[in-house]
């Protein structure tokens, strides 16, 4: 009996966060380095069909960068990264189109279809929904900088009751040209922006941003950010992380957090608990008479 009511408490616990996110879009990045085993995908899947199926819009942007490093090594082609983002060779772009587009985006979008989700998997090429150019003038190769995301497009796909699961791949708009490679945290956060997300989550490997003592970072600002990079406490993939939830939040997205993709149900721990998990990014504080408001709209 005890344990009935117990499971009843938390539903009753979770209203006020359903409501607060009913109708609400909520981008999810979910990194190659949350998808390492079959029984965390399955995870995954569940908390994605439950946010679905209690009123809100989940919006998945993938990435794969793992999988990518070991098939180019297997390929004996090497992997070359600056701050976080890889440097994309014409050969090593057909292999990121393959493992992104090919392999993991369809693997993602049969596994949520099978938990009961309509989710449709499409490439940022797929009605050109995303368009990009060259990074730094072409000192990445093909890595691309976002120039325009097809917002209205992902949002009538959602309005069609479908789960949009998106592979970081741009359209270049030039024809017999490869396409773009974008970061999949970048993409994430262009999205977001695009659509106006209420929210958008980034799955990694990690608990969030941690200090120089290993220690989590529970809400960051911009000039906390610019501090961390400098003095190298943020380094390698965390950087266009962090770049990225900066850029949504200043950018027409409510919130940005990121979460530790390697404990189970961590969206829904994130998304229904008071307390939630993770880094949460706020806009830099707007004080007056002492009171932080920027940090109140923040939390709302
Ligand atoms: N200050 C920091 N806090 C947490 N992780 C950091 C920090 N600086 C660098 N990192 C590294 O960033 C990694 C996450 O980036 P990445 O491997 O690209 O993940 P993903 O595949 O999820 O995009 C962490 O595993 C960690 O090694
Ligand atoms: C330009 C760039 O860095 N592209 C990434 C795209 C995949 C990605 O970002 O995957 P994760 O989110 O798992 O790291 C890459 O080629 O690895």
Request: glycine share 10%.
């Amino acid at each position: 009996m005890q344990k009935k009511h117990q499971k009843v408490q938390v539903l009753l616990d979770a209203i006020p966060h359903i409501k607060k996110f009913y109708g609400k879009t909520i981008v999810i990045k979910y990194g190659g380095s949350a998808q390492t085993s079959p029984d965390l995908q399955e995870k995954f899947a569940e908390d994605i069909v439950l946010l679905k199926l209690v009123g809100m819009n989940p919006v998945i942007v993938h990435g794969g960068g793992a999988r990518i490093s070991e098939l180019l090594e297997k390929l004996n082609i090497k992997s070359e990264f600056i701050d976080g983002h890889r440097v994309t060779s014409e050969e090593t772009m057909r292999v990121v189109e393959m493992v992104l587009s090919g392999d993991i985006n369809k693997n993602i979008t049969s596994l949520l279809n099978y938990h009961g989700a309509k989710a449709i998997g499409i490439s940022g090429k797929d009605s050109s929904i995303i368009k990009a150019k060259p990074k730094e003038n072409g000192k990445f190769g093909y890595t691309g900088v976002v120039t325009e995301v097809n917002g209205q497009l992902i949002n009538n796909l959602v309005k069609e009751g479908f789960i949009p699961v998106i592979a970081p791949i741009a359209d270049s708009a030039t024809p017999s040209h490869p396409g773009f490679n974008i970061n999949a945290d970048v993409a994430a956060s262009k999205v977001a922006s695009a659509i106006n997300a209420q929210k958008v989550l980034f799955l990694t490997d990690i608990k969030g941003v941690l200090d120089k003592d290993g220690n989590l970072l529970n809400s960051l600002d911009n000039n906390d950010v610019e501090k961390y990079k400098k003095d190298g406490t943020i380094a390698g993939g965390m950087i266009p992380k962090v770049d990225s939830c900066i850029d949504a939040i200043y950018n027409g997205v409510n919130k940005a957090h990121i979460i530790d993709g390697r404990v189970e149900h961590s969206i829904l721990l994130e998304l229904f608990t008071s307390d939630g998990i993770g880094t949460q990014f706020l806009r830099k504080n707007g004080t007056n008479n002492g009171i932080d408001i920027e940090k109140l709209l923040n939390e709302i």
